[in-house]
């Protein structure tokens, strides 16, 4: 380490920051260490052992207090202050930051390792202002928010201004989710809490510098460490906030398309779902609710009664068939909008200098944008949902919240277009969030946006990844998008299936990216009108095949809840990159072609055509079985699997508890009455654990109220036999029920010779390489499963 340490200080991090910046004196006031320069005062503050703050305050500016992003409050006592002739050290139990007085020098150590320096610091001229950093020549670097680069984004200046892109495919520089944070795989973040547009250069010069430039706002940025991936993004989630558990149902199938342009055409395709026996949870209506045409309709906000003649009919039947109702909206009111008088009249559009409501032209119409930021703007914009929500709609969708046009000259409450650009979604998001909370306390909202910012999954967001073109090369971008956007607190990024831009034909590249999508956070196929988005209006053959993967997503509810849970609870994400497991592996650094599913799936998307072979690599630390065939996979290997047409590699890891339940037509009939235990015996894996997080499904905060209960699965195998045990905890508000559990064991290969349930004889089932066993699971009682060899 010590060597290591030298090594650092002799490269790129030995350098000094801006000359002219000259150390003065220090103070220590409550958690905060104030060190005043020649040109300005560094305030750091730490907000926990693992993450600390750094602010510049530049001679004759202010500090703005607000951060949209940190939620976290301060621990107390948990920092000193250390001085000697040539330094000041704050330090906590995790984070070192230390000051060299001559020439000044600010850089950041967690628990010993030098994670990065200040380069210039602060830095300012005519138009931009900079903070840069020194990096290590070897580190890799992740962030930015949502775009198609590859894994390893070191080399990037990235522009920080939420944008759509129509139709891309497997490169995109630039997407809607701008995020302002860096991962690196030295196992840091830096988040720059400032939400004005800019960029975040990640060493484009080759000359090991990270760069966060902007052209306005705050000069404050959290450094957050951690030993391990799964803590860094729970140590950056505790500070931005972590994402509430969706519920239930917004885990199943989605029928969703743009768009169904009637009352009878909804009713129509759910009934088709359930003629065709397809398990479907919710229906999105596209903007065709509100207009006939898609211009010069945005901003009416209610219903066309010649299209949808009777609307709180038609979500009455659907309710009646647990199909949830979800709208789209956008923040746009055009001129030509029958909202447009009411909004001005109420003052709750952007304005121009003049105070007048701020009027363009863009693809939609001419138009003014509602003022998320002011007071009028969000209680009239609140008052239209609350009225849907009311009639029974279950779901709201915010389209076009980057925003799609929102040019510089606008202004808002909380000032100019650019400021906030990139936080309108995200207080449009918080808005809907806060109005659940407030006035429907008891419902867990769906809010499915396409912008954010960072923390924006505190709010329940759930994102998708924009109009994607509906090619091999779009799906091919998807799980990287999705992946970066974990690591980055937005856990349910997802994509339209089957890609939504474009006419292109190819049932094969529809089936392919379902199958992706059973492995993925939200399983909603979406496309424009030219080529179906929904299995029901596929040919018999294709139909055939979705259904089939729809029925597994189904199937795999309790494991995704739990891994809902498990985001709710940590931060971890539910689609997980290969380094997370080996960080010291320069080879995975660069990996999305391969990603985990929760912690015990390995799932290898089929991004292209007609392909016969996948080469896959297969994580050290346990073996791998093949979620279709048990064939084992050795540790730490590569190998070519053959691909076919059925489904995707998807491999099981070794010692792993997967809870699995009958296919359900839609996720009103989900009960853990009769469930099957998938076991994964392992010799490589003597020892292993798992989990079945359980509640109504609906019940906002359900485990902070003890209105829950977890099924915990351990076991230890020998030799001579395996003992698996079973414990149900429940909370104090839950009522727990007798289940019928069926314990399937893989890969036994007849050792099995005898079976003790609860220390009795019991009957078992062999069936080729699994053995099958019935077990009574009882409140309160726990249960030992002895299979003896």
């Known amino acids: 380490m010590k060597q290591l340490f030298i090594y650092l200080l002799a490269t790129g991090f030995a350098f000094a920051q801006n000359a002219n910046r000259n150390y003065l004196s220090y103070t220590k006031t409550n958690s905060t260490l104030e060190i005043k320069t020649t040109d300005g005062l560094y305030l750091l503050k730490p907000y926990s052992e693992n993450t600390i703050e750094t602010t510049f305050i530049p001679n004759g500016e202010l500090f703005d207090k607000e951060s949209h992003a940190v939620v976290l409050m301060p621990q107390k006592n948990i920092s000193k202050v250390t001085e000697t002739t040539k330094t000041i050290a704050l330090s906590t139990k995790g984070i070192r930051v230390i000051i060299d007085k001559k020439p000044f020098k600010i850089s950041y150590s967690y628990k010993n390792k030098l994670l990065l320096s200040e380069k210039n610091g602060y830095s300012k ?8 950093f020194n990096l290590d020549p070897t580190e890799t670097l992740y962030g930015g928010g949502s775009r198609a680069l590859g894994m390893n984004r070191r080399g990037n200046r990235l522009q920080l201004y939420n944008r759509a892109q129509f139709g891309y495919s497997n490169h995109a520089p630039l997407l809607n989710f701008c995020i302002p944070l860096v991962l690196s795989s030295k196992m840091y973040a830096v988040h720059f809490d400032n939400p004005a547009t800019g960029y975040l250069d990640l060493d484009s010069q080759k000359n090991n510098t990270l760069a966060y430039e902007t052209s306005s706002g705050r000069k404050t940025y959290q450094v957050i460490a951690a030993d391990s991936w799964t803590d860094l993004i729970s140590n950056y989630t505790a500070l931005t906030g972590k994402q509430p558990l969706p519920a239930r149902w917004t885990l199943g199938n989605f029928s969703s398309r743009f768009g169904y342009h009637s009352q009878e055409e909804v009713e129509k395709t759910i009934e088709k779902f359930k003629n065709d026996s397809i398990p479907v949870d919710a229906i999105i209506i596209d903007l065709y609710w509100f207009g006939k045409t898609i211009q010069g309709t945005l901003g009416n ?53 003049s105070g007048n409501p701020f009027t363009y032209d863009f693809y939609f119409g001419n138009t003014g944008i509602i003022d998320v930021f002011k007071p009028e703007g969000k209680q009239w914009f609140w008052s239209i949902y609350k009225n849907l929500i009311n009639q029974g709609v279950g779901g709201l969708w915010g389209d076009l919240g980057e925003p799609e046009a929102f040019p510089s ?198 991004t292209s055509p007609g392909s016969t072979e996948a080469v896959v690599y297969f994580p050290k630390n346990n073996n791998w079985f093949d979620f279709y065939t048990d064939e084992k996979k050795q540790a730490g290997t590569t190998a070519t699997v053959a691909v076919v047409a059925d489904h995707i590699p998807v491999f099981v890891r070794g010692g792993a508890f997967i809870p699995r339940i009958a296919t359900i037509q839609n996720t009103s009939k989900y009960a853990l009455t009769n469930f099957d235990l998938h076991f994964y015996f392992d010799e490589k894996t003597p020892k292993s654990e798992g989990q079945l997080y359980n509640d109504n499904g609906t019940t906002p905060n359900a485990y902070e109220k003890g209105a829950f209960e977890i099924l915990k699965f351990n ?75």
């Open 301 to 353: 906000l209610d219903w066309d009664k010649e299209r949808f003649p009777d609307p709180t009919k038609m979500i009455a039947h659907l309710n009646a068939k647990d199909i949830k109702t979800v709208l789209i909206t956008e923040p746009f009111v055009l001129t030509t909008s029958s909202k447009w008088q009411e909004a001005v009249a109420q003052k709750v559009l952007a304005t121009d200098a």
């Open 409 to 606: 000259q606008g202004i808002t409450a909380k000032g100019k277009a650019d400021d906030v650009h990139n936080i309108y979604g995200h207080n449009w998001a918080k808005l809907v969030a806060e109005g659940y909370q407030k006035e429907f306390p008891n419902t867990r909202p769906f809010i499915l946006m396409r912008s954010g910012y960072s923390g924006s999954q505190r709010f329940g967001m759930i994102p998708w990844s924009g109009d994607v073109s509906r090619s091999w090369e779009g799906l091919q971008s998807q799980p990287e998008i999705a992946l970066q956007m974990g690591m980055q607190g937005m856990g349910y990024m997802h994509s339209d299936l089957g890609g939504f831009a474009g006419d292109y034909f190819d049932n094969e590249l529809y089936i392919r990216w379902l199958q992706y999508g059973v492995f993925q956070p939200i399983f909603r196929p979406h496309a424009g009108e030219a080529v179906a988005s929904e299995p029901v209006y596929k040919d018999i053959v294709t139909k055939a095949k979705a259904k089939k993967e729809i029925e597994l997503r189904y199937q795999m509810l309790p494991y995704n809840y739990t891994l809902a849970f498990e985001n709710n609870q940590k931060g971890t994400p539910l689609m997980r990159p290969l380094l997370f497991e080996e960080p010291q592996n320069q080879a995975l650094l660069n990996v999305s072609e391969t990603y985990f599913w929760g912690n015990d799936f390995l799932v290898h998307p089929i």
């Open 125 to 132: 001229n005519e138009n931009t202002q900079t903070i840069d």
């Open 715 to 789: 076991q230890v195998a020998t030799e001579k036999d395996l003992t698996i045990n079973v414990t149900t905890t429940t909370g104090k508000a839950f009522q727990s029920a007798e289940k019928r559990m069926t314990l399937l064991v893989h890969n036994l290969n007849g050792k099995a010779k005898k079976v003790l349930v609860d220390g009795k004889n019991a009957s078992f089932q062999t069936k080729e390489k699994t053995i099958e066993i019935t077990v009574v699971l009882q409140q309160g009682k726990p249960n030992t499963i002895h299979v003896q060899f």
